[in-house]
């Protein structure tokens, strides 16, 4: 019922309703590890929608750059990008959109820091909902 009523189009056209929840593509994987580029950045790719990301971990390398390019899957639901983790040099808000944004940055801590999206509907956030994830910092 909190999907339906946080879905509002839904109630105009229900086929609809199934956008409102939409289950990641099977090509998108669960677990990812960064790779390293001739210059020596960390890249990842993350996709956020509702109300999942994939991949839900990332394992990235210590004190060596780390590129994230986030985005959305197209529809008319707010979603974000969030990693507040200060102490590891981590502090990260994006409004997502279709394409993807990026965001560079270097951890200096091994950690497990949490991703999620910080919106939230009428109800639960999308975080309860299950808009979260792990990057995993490694030691060198
Ligand atoms: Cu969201």
Redesign the pocket.
């Known amino acids: 019922m909190t999907r339906l009523m946080h879905c509002k189009f839904a109630l105009i056209a229900p086929a609809l309703l199934a956008a409102c929840a939409s289950q990641p593509p099977e090509r998108l994987s669960e677990v990812a590890r960064a790779t390293v580029d001739k210059d020596g950045v960390q890249h990842a790719t993350i996709v ?1 929608g ?2 999942w990301f994939r991949p839900q971990r990332v394992i990235a390398r210590v004190n060596q750059p780390l590129e994230l390019a986030v985005s959305k899957q197209p529809g008319f ?4 990008f969030v990693i507040d983790a200060p102490q590891a040099g981590i502090k990260v808000h994006l409004a997502l959109g279709s394409e993807p944004r990026s965001v560079r940055f270097v951890p200096t801590r091994p950690g497990r820091y949490t991703y999620y ?1 910080d ?1 939230s509907g009428l109800g639960e956030s ?1 975080r309860d909902k299950g ?1 979260v994830g792990v990057l995993e910092v490694t030691p060198q």
């Open positions: 956020g509702s109300y639901i707010p979603h974000s999206c919106e999308h808009m």
